[in-house]
């Protein structure tokens, strides 16, 4: 896609959406990361997720944030397909595993991060119930593994599932906050990575909770 159609399309569509039907309360965001290579990672509880993640960045880095999919659903007619492919600029992936592409369930992902770009997934997988996080998977921890360099940053979302919670139609306006956490690099193994990132995201959920002055 044209590069100056692709950032008119986000200016006068995804962000209206974001900012005009709802309203986002971003914390702490200097702790965003200003280039790639990156991944964001946050709680999943409606597809409003990623449209809230990305209208969170600088119209500059629009063409450099890639989220994770289920390629089965957004790829599932060619109309969402387009909108998925070409103005999300989603890396689609089998449910069950991270980017599964040739074999190799992280190429997709490996290839994005080193062109520089941000990945957004979600660790806990598929949407879960409003406002209720869920365990996450693995998956995080062996992509960081392969490239342990790059910065991962945990954002934690609130109010977003209760504005188009899974199988809701219609969204219903609604405030979000999006809580950023301090960016983590790879540990010495899964198990203490996947723990360090567990404590950020709650660390995170509870800054939510904390009533402010």
């Keep these: 896609m044209n590069p100056a159609v692709h950032w008119f399309l986000h200016l006068a569509i995804l962000r209206p959406i974001v900012f005009g039907l709802f309203g986002v309360n971003l914390h702490h965001r200097g702790r965003l990361p200003i280039s790639g290579p990156a991944i964001v990672v946050a709680n999943h509880n409606s597809h409003l997720d990623t449209l809230v993640l990305m209208a969170m960045f600088p119209l500059r880095l629009q063409k450099r944030l890639r989220p994770l999919a289920a390629g089965d659903y957004f790829l599932r007619n060619p109309w969402l397909a387009w909108i998925s492919l070409n103005l999300l600029g989603i890396i689609p992936i089998k449910r069950g595993g991270y980017c599964r592409k040739d074999g190799d369930p992280l190429a997709g992902c490996v290839t994005a991060l080193d062109r520089n770009e941000i990945l957004i997934l979600y660790p806990e997988g ?79 959920a509870g800054e939510k909770m904390t009533p402010r002055p």
Excluded at 138 to 161: N, Q, Y
Excluded at 184 to 195: H, L
Aim: glycine share 8%; charged share 25%.
């Design 126 to 204: 598929s949407r879960g119930e409003p406002e209720r996080r869920a365990v996450l998977k693995t998956g995080i921890a062996h992509l960081s593994r392969r490239r342990p360099e790059v910065p991962v940053v945990p954002v934690f979302l609130h109010g977003v599932g209760r504005a188009l919670p899974k199988g809701a139609r219609l969204p219903i306006p609604f405030i979000f906050d999006a809580i950023v956490g301090r960016a983590m690099t790879w540990t010495k193994d899964r198990a203490s990575f996947m723990a360090a990132l567990e404590t950020a995201m709650t660390t995170l």
